[in-house]
């Protein structure tokens, strides 16, 4: 292959090649980190993502796993190289970091990254950013649903060496492993985002012997250019205009009233305006975002309605402009808590610019999904090992119908593209019995396409105590319908304990002030748990719906004879 002089254009072809390298070479990482890593979070739900960065921190290189991170790997990489300085870097090193106060989004998610050095200069960085299951804090789980501020969370670390040439640094993983509830399940899953990053470095490696260190930082740079540009004609695309939307977290597990977040979406040629100023004053509790999380709600909004064939890096995002005041739902201020922001706050503002673009194109958006995660977590001494253990499990709920479909039932929320660990898994590794899981029926919101149905998993506890944490929202708000379509179903999470009848909520049985989110709450043997997901919206109405549609849904027991009757009209149920 003939080799240009670093400045001149590489072709249309040669971009495309090193483009899926690039991609691939995070895809492979992601797999490797699967297969070795030990909490569920990982290896089943596979709540992480793999990215690779050139020299100035721009992210160059993503795979397709969980776009909740997409504004850590844009601001996270870049603050650590400001704080640290170039010199810092040695071959062999591993830097961690968690600090939501430094351009992370929350604390249980990890950026682990390493320098890949080439004949002796600094190219580039590999790296991977993930949901640490235990991290300490005032939950098991951490995942503080009541708490108020962010010492409440767990071990806060700000970018400091793991790895120093290749050395362990000892006293830095003495002070983790201290701190984390799991140790041993924290080394392993720390192990697991080292040896990705090794298998990525040495990709990278094989890359730079292909094309030689300028040719790729080129490429890298070429590409970054033409992801800019291919996300202008697409917002060229959109309607000049100002659109607005809001909506609301339920509740912040504190203070029993709603926390509004307001978009003002300015569409203005090939540039796009958010601006989030117009939200509350942040919560007491957990729900805030960071303003990582909230850029990458924005980005992965838009990301929503634009072709799927745009490179995703750095440069596709330049031409968003987000606009925020710290101190408030969208931009917490220190030491405000926000381990709830980056799971449940960001799905939700992800809704609010779909719900602002459907005033501009309302054939590209779907109604808003369930839009949570019903994060529930637990953890104590497990009867058959003798062991301290905790697990953090997030359910699936309904996506929003489209212009062209019906929404997807019980999946995670479109932050996060992570998946429900399967009750087999579930049940061989904690002392629960699954005594059923179901699609719950009459859950999707009515419409012309009917939004997803979400799912109800009934649970008895086996061991003597497990102390459980949530932290969830739309139990007392429905996921919005569009164009005439109906709301979903409300989640809930209920409690029965051993000899009572009736499933009871959680303020009714432990006096909590949120019914959706709270902490440290000690169930016994015999006890059951009844966690329901969120339905998507309906798009259309309901009495556009084709006959033999809602006929073939009464069928499935998607929706019951009743609804049938009277949100479709339909007269003969079919059964």
Not at 70 to 98: C, R
Not at 326 to 339: E, K, Q, Y
Request: proline letters at 5%; one cysteine or more; aromatic letters at 8%.
């Amino acid at each position: 292959m003939a080799v240009r002089e670093p400045g001149q254009p590489i072709d249309s072809v040669t971009l495309s090649v090193i483009n899926n390298a690039l991609v691939n070479l995070c895809r492979e990482m992601g797999t490797a980190m699967m297969r070795t890593s030990y909490s569920t979070i990982f290896n089943e739900g596979l709540d992480f993502s793999c990215i690779l960065f050139n020299r100035r921190g721009d992210l160059i290189g993503q795979a397709e796993f969980c776009p909740t991170m997409l504004g850590s790997a844009q601001y996270a990489m870049k603050w650590t190289i400001d704080e640290l300085g170039y010199e810092a870097f040695e071959p062999g090193d591993v830097i961690v970091h968690n600090d939501p106060y430094r351009g992370q989004c929350h604390m249980p998610e990890h950026l682990i990254m390493k320098p890949v050095f080439y004949r002796d200069a600094l190219w580039g960085f590999v790296g991977n950013i993930a949901h640490v299951g235990e991290i300490g804090g005032m939950a098991p789980g951490s995942f503080a649903a009541d708490g108020t501020e962010v010492y409440q969370e767990g071990l806060r670390l700000p970018p400091i060496k793991l790895m120093r040439r290749g050395e362990y640094v000892k006293d830095i993983w003495k002070v983790i492993l201290t701190n984390h509830r799991t140790p041993k399940t924290t080394w392993g899953d720390y192990h697991a985002m080292i040896g990705s990053l090794k298998v990525a470095e040495a990709r990278l490696l094989e890359l730079l012997d292909r094309y030689g260190p300028e040719r790729l930082s080129a490429a890298a740079d070429q590409l970054l250019d033409y992801s800019e540009r291919f996300m202008r004609t697409e917002i060229r695309a959109i309607p000049d205009g100002v659109y607005q939307a809001e909506d609301c977290m339920e509740d912040d597990g504190i203070t029993d009233r709603p926390y509004f977040a307001r978009l003002t979406l300015t569409v203005r040629g090939d540039e796009v305006i958010a601006d989030w100023r117009a939200s509350d004053a942040q919560a007491k509790g957990p729900i805030n975002a960071t303003f990582v999380v909230t850029a990458a709600a924005t980005y992965s909004g838009l990301l929503h309605v634009i072709s799927d064939d745009i490179p995703l890096n750095s440069g596709c995002y330049r031409p968003i402009r987000l606009i925020t005041t710290p101190g408030t739902l969208t931009n917490v201020r220190h030491p405000g808590a926000s381990v709830g922001g980056n799971t449940e706050t960001h799905p939700r503002l992800q809704n609010i610019v779909l719900r602002a673009l459907a005033q501009a194109i309302p054939d590209r958006v779907a109604a808003a999904e369930g839009g949570t995660a019903c994060n529930f977590l637990f953890g104590g001494t497990h009867p058959e090992t003798g062991e301290y253990y905790t697990n953090y499990h997030i359910e699936g709920s309904g996506w929003g119908g489209t212009a062209l479909h019906d929404g997807g039932s019980v999946l995670c929320p479109e932050n996060g593209n992570c998946r429900n660990a399967p009750v087999e898994v579930f049940d061989s590794k904690y002392p629960f019995t699954t005594l059923s899981y179901r699609l719950r029926r009459d859950s999707g919101g009515p419409g012309r396409y009917r939004g997803g149905l979400a799912s109800s998993r009934h649970l008895v506890v086996t061991a003597a105590e497990v102390t459980i944490s949530t932290l969830m929202d739309r139990t007392k708000t429905r996921a919005w319908g569009l164009f005439g379509g109906g709301e979903g179903a409300s989640a809930s999470i209920l409690v029965k304990r051993r000899g009572e009848t009736a499933f009871r909520r959680f303020s009714e049985a432990f006096g909590t002030v949120s019914d959706s989110k709270f902490t440290r709450i000690t169930l016994c043997e015999g006890d059951e748990v009844l966690l329901s997901s969120a339905g998507g919206g309906g798009f259309g109405s309901p009495q556009d719906r084709p006959r033999a549609e809602v006929l073939d849904d009464v069928r499935e027991r998607f929706v019951s004879p009743e609804a049938a009757r009277a949100l479709y009209g339909v007269k003969d149920d079919g059964a």
